[in-house]
């Protein structure tokens, strides 16, 4: 949390923040502003369309290149998100995924990392 008088995080949240290994998020009202437009299409099936943002994918670049390991969990899925993460260098992509612990925990194991070195 920023300290009132110099706007910059506490000794003990960069303390924290230096022990993060594994940076892990959604994707729709994360990575997106949460809308999803869907497409209809004349053969009658629908596409999926996302919007995303360009600094979140410069971001997940920017950590990969620290050295940390980058991961998405969502619920939906979508080849927007498998391309979006494969062009930011996304390491662990899983999507359509309801119940979100097992895999997080599975990242943790694929990772090595603690769960106190995940920021979700």
Known sequence: MPTPKSGKASPAVRARAKKIRV???DVDGVMTDGRV???SEPDGSTRELKGFDAHDGVGMMLL?????????ITGRSSSAVAR?????GVEFV????PYKMPVYEEILRKSGAKEFEVAY
Do not use: C, D, P, S
Not at 64 to 72: C, D, N, S
Not at 84 to 88: D, P
């Open 23 to 25: 940076v892990l998020t």
């Open 37 to 39: 437009w869907l497409l």
């Open 64 to 72: 990969k290149l620290a050295g940390l390991h980058t991961g998405i």
């Open 84 to 88: 979006r993460a494969a062009e930011g």
């Open 94 to 97: 899983y999507q359509g995924v």
